[in-house]
């Protein structure tokens, strides 16, 4: 679902106003005057937010990804299943984090967004 379309939706709630919230990955916050809470949406799809991208992602076989849109993956079951030290962990992470890429220039997931935690 597009977000113009939730965002219509919202519309006819009230007036949404963006809101920042720094360290809270790369959704568009909104709030509602008079409700509490706030509405965060990401829009992968049509709006690149590689740049503010601070997600890591793990499936259920272990794999270690840095960006839903790459088939490159890094193998943190077999580290934790072989036990592993905070600097082996950190040193994984950091790799994982150097392979995210820029921009997705276009890419399109190669798995479906559920199994790789999207």
Known sequence: ?????????????????????TGRG???????EGFKGNIGL?????ESFCDSCSRLRVNAQG???????????HD???LVRNGFSEEKLSRLVDDVLE???????????????????G
Request: aromatic share 10%; with cysteine.
């Open 26 to 32: 790369p959704a568009k916050h909104f709030s509602f």
């Open 76 to 78: 943190y079951l077999s």
């Open 63 to 73: 794999q270690l990804r840095g960006c839903l849109y790459s088939s490159h993956t």
């Open 99 to 117: 392979s995210k890429p820029k921009d997705k220039n276009g890419l399109q997931p190669v798995e479906n967004m559920c199994q790789i935690g």
């Open 42 to 46: 990401i829009s992968s799809v049509n």
């Open 1 to 21: 679902v597009k977000n113009d379309y939730i965002f219509k939706r919202l519309e006819k709630i009230g007036d949404p106003k963006e809101i920042s919230l």
